[in-house]
């Protein structure tokens, strides 16, 4: 029998551990799933860990792996914040959308007038979209004691359909020959968020991650403000001994994790994306809630967790692409990934050992 | 010899990684005995009664019962050979009636109409009156206790193991309790009755034996000894006694004017009209049975919730919309009696948790930003001070032991050179040695010109330190009357008496 044995501090060393061991399983049982599937598991494996990195056209998938991870980044290390205090914002993909449509339309509103002021307005905007979506669960959750999970969920729906809405209406570009979709930022010089170095695929968005990782670090551990999320967290009692007010906890956290996810959209819809369209968002916001946790909450372990994350993107479109791997299976490979994670995770609180079979 | 005992122990020894918790342990109980397990914290007498309770396996050493071989597997096995325990903490659902409780622990219970006969059968056999039908909720914590007891009387045993019993009772319902064990001690059930309450020990109980680092280190008649004796025994040395001399009142630091507030949670008790006058060197202790109103009380004192404007008081400014750490900065600081999650974090380290109310009156924050030094040394300082035992200050706060997690909370405060201390139930399940430390802290910060509020079930703890005593009982404080000759009996009353019983008792009297 296997008995779960509570440690009375928990383990440092699996604390670093089972995120590599998380990785390593889901490789096997992935590898597992992929023989299953009839293709080689070791093939299946390589051109998706290998491949996008060190493969043919590698300087290419290099750039992109920078372009993914930087939203995920971007929004898991918001996240992180609010699920450090048990604060659960579900809705970063509306928050995303939301961020990114304030900002296109601050830009479409301006067009075709140049100004260095534009882009900074834009941003601005998109961090303040994102910011408001985020304190609509906030309030109701302040105020009227709604759950922050659902109704930051909806809003994710609702989010959807006004980008539909926009798409199709307001913001449709008028010499677009009637399809839908907005005007190309890419081609509006004060509106696009460029590649700042050639071939890296680093633009202001990327940036803005770094920021945000390091910034997330230092209030997570080197701040007493953090140090209180924490705590409430952990033991919600002991927070409001310590003077943490849970509304003004709520209002923090969904207020920062949502101008974060705003923020991502805007430097999406500006650079990589260049365009408001129905399917404009991608999962991005989903996705984080995963890397949040992969990378243990941590902001380094977000930025790594982003990264791996972003890798299984693209070498899961390589692997759809060159071995017809089904876009299910590469679904399920991911969600994989969380599931050892977590599973894990458990090793860390608690030790286990195995006794002999009596009752 | 052997045959005529009804719990015969030998040997008895068990080991957890890094401790001995029981070691050659014996000793052997009549039918009709009240035998007394006497030692401090961690002496090992709740491993030895899970041992008996079938809870726990022991590693060497024989128990017979009735002069059978005795080895429970479980405590459904310890149950069916006619050994029942009432557990300090009640495990009890406070939604359903006592009815449907005792049921829950039943392996085939009755139809619920025979079950309740049966429960008022047992009460009124052994003066426990109880209505089958009441929501638990709704009992106070002697009643609650009586749905235990009652609980284990259903299963007509031979041995019942009390832990604790009278830490949550008011002295009448303490009275009710001893004459039920006496009654059933008459009818030949035996009683192991674990308890640090040495008065009552030397009261009730026939024999006693005495543990001390997982050892038997005597036995003796209690009633032959002095509670001091015992004491000494349990320690195995003679310990300070507490110095309340030194100390004059000053001008009020603290007051309370009708403050009310609702109750916190479904079952909660509200505060009505509580008013009560703490002043410079004085301890007022606040007495009354758990689940009065005690932890509403600090909680609003501590500023985690509001009241009402001019409610509260503190050196002439008012602070009733206040939070905790705008009033620690004004210097009232307190200890909320749970440790684990409310006073620390448990999984934080003694480091981190000094974090949790040090940084307003300790430098261990520059602009916000953490100097965990500055928190390291504060923590240290701590441990040294109050003599906490622990590997170090990284150690997370829930390794500790009760005892020494409650020295780390109370020194934290105390530390902090406070104008205003509150603390709920500060030597709860602290050994005789911590507890008087603890004890004489709180008075040297009274004599330093502190004004400390004490809130305690432990009535000799505050007869012993404080200078004037309150009640709460259901959400009301009483007037404080000074210690100096207050009778146990006049106490009681204040607490609320012994929930409508005291007639059951003068019937016993009358007859």
């Known amino acids: 029998m296997i008995v779960l044995i509570k440690r009375p501090t928990p383990s440092r060393f699996w604390a670093y551990t089972t995120p590599l061991l998380a990785v390593l399983a889901t490789m096997i049982a992935g590898g597992l799933l992929f023989a299953a599937l009839g293709k080689n598991p070791v093939e299946a494996i390589k051109v998706i860990f290998w491949d996008p990195l060190f493969g043919a056209n590698a300087a290419y998938f290099r750039s992109q792996l920078l372009v993914k991870a930087a939203p995920l980044i971007l929004i898991a290390a918001g996240l992180a914040v609010g699920f450090r205090a048990g604060i659960w914002n579900i809705g970063a993909e509306g928050q995303y959308i939301i961020g990114a449509l304030c900002g296109a339309s601050v830009a479409l509103a301006a067009y075709p007038a140049e100004s260095a002021w534009l882009f900074p307005a834009m941003v601005v905007a998109g961090l303040l979209g994102g910011f408001l979506w985020g304190m609509i669960p906030a309030a109701l959750r302040v105020v009227f004691g709604t759950s922050e999970i659902l109704v930051s969920l909806m809003l994710v729906y609702v989010a959807q359909n006004l980008l539909a809405y926009a798409a199709f209406g307001p913001l449709k570009n008028p010499q677009g020959y009637g399809f839908p979709g907005s005007r190309n930022l890419q081609q509006y010089p004060s509106a696009h968020n460029p590649e700042l170095i050639a071939g890296t695929g680093a633009h202001w968005g990327v940036v803005a991650a770094l920021i945000a990782v390091i910034g997330a670090y230092v209030l997570m551990h080197r701040h007493i403000a953090g140090f209180r999320i924490r705590v409430a967290g952990e033991a919600p009692r002991a927070a409001r001994f310590a003077g943490v007010v849970p509304a003004r906890l709520v209002v923090t956290c969904l207020g920062l994790s949502g101008a974060l996810a705003g923020l991502a959209g805007l430097f999406e819809v500006s650079g990589p994306n260049g365009q408001i369209t129905d399917s404009f968002n991608a999962g991005y916001g989903f996705t984080a809630i995963i890397v949040a946790f992969l990378g243990r909450l941590h902001p380094l372990g977000i930025l790594l967790a982003g990264l791996l994350m972003a890798l299984t993107y693209i070498g899961g479109d390589m692997a759809q692409l060159m071995l017809g791997l089904p876009a299910a299976a590469i679904q399920v490979f991911q969600g994989m990934l969380l599931f050892f994670l977590l599973g894990f995770d458990l090793l860390t609180n608690y030790r286990i050992r195995m006794t002999g079979a009596h009752a | ?511």
């Open chain 2, 1 to 511: 010899m052997t045959g005529t005992m009804l719990l015969d122990i030998v040997g008895l020894r068990k080991a957890y990684p890094g401790v001995v918790a029981n070691d050659d342990v014996g000793f052997a109980v009549a039918p009709g005995e009240v035998h007394a397990l006497l030692g401090e914290n961690g002496a090992g007498k709740s491993t030895l009664v899970k041992m008996i309770y079938g809870l726990v396996k022991p590693d060497a050493g024989t128990m017979r019962l009735m002069g059978q071989p005795y080895e429970p597997a479980e405590p459904r096995a310890a149950r069916a050979a006619g050994v029942a325990m009432v557990f300090q903490h009640f495990s009890l659902f406070e939604a359903l009636s006592v009815a449907e409780n005792v049921a829950l622990g039943m392996e085939s219970p009755p139809p619920m109409r025979d079950l309740a006969r049966r429960i008022r059968e047992i009460s009124t056999t052994y003066g426990l009156p109880l209505d089958p039908a009441r929501t638990v909720g709704d009992l106070s914590a002697g009643e609650r206790q009586r749905v235990e007891i009652i609980r284990c009387l259903l299963q007509d045993p031979k041995l019942l193991i009390m832990d604790e019993p009278t830490s949550v009772l008011t002295p009448q319902e303490v009275e009710i309790l001893f004459h039920t064990l006496r009654k059933l001690a008459a009818e030949g059930t035996a009683i192991l009755y674990i308890s640090h309450k040495l008065e009552e020990i030397r009261a009730l109980c026939d024999s006693a034996t005495i543990l001390r680092g997982g050892k038997v280190v005597g036995s003796c008649i209690p009633r032959e000894k002095t509670a001091r004796e015992l004491a000494e025994m349990m320690v195995g040395g003679e310990f300070a006694a507490t110095d309340r001399a030194g100390r004059s009142l000053g001008a009020p630091v603290l007051e309370v004017r009708a403050l009310s507030l609702a109750p916190m949670s479904q079952f909660g008790p509200a505060l009505r009209e509580v008013s009560l006058t703490l002043r410079a060197g004085e301890v007022l202790g606040i007495g009354g049975v758990a689940g009065n109103g005690q932890e509403e009380l600090l909680a609003t004192l501590a500023g985690e919730r509001p009241s009402a404007p001019g409610t509260v008081i503190l050196k002439g400014a008012e602070v009733a919309h206040l939070g905790p750490n705008e009033r620690r900065a004004m210097g009232l600081l307190s200890a909320p009696e749970e440790r684990l999650g409310h006073a620390a974090v448990p999984a934080m380290s003694l480091t981190e948790n000094t974090l949790l109310t040090g940084t307003i009156r300790r430098p261990l924050i520059r602009q916000g930003f953490i100097d965990m030094g500055a928190a390291k040394s504060f923590a240290e300082e701590i441990i040294t001070a109050f003599d906490v035992r622990t590997p170090g200050a990284h150690v997370a706060a829930r390794a500790l032991s009760g005892g020494n997690l409650q020295k780390y909370v109370i020194g934290r405060e105390v530390l902090q050179a406070p104008d205003v201390l509150i603390v709920n139930q500060p030597t709860w399940g602290v050994d005789a040695a911590a507890a008087a430390a603890i004890r004489q802290a709180l008075l040297d910060l009274a004599a330093k010109g502190a004004g400390v509020i004490v809130i305690s079930q432990d009535l000799d703890e505050l007869m012993e330190i404080a200078d004037n005593f309150c009640a709460l009982y259901e959400g009301r404080l009483s007037a404080p009357r000074p210690t100096e000759g207050l009778t146990l009996e006049e106490i009681g009353l204040m607490l609320g008496g012994a929930h409508g019983m005291t007639d059951v008792l003068a019937k016993e009297a009358a007859r």
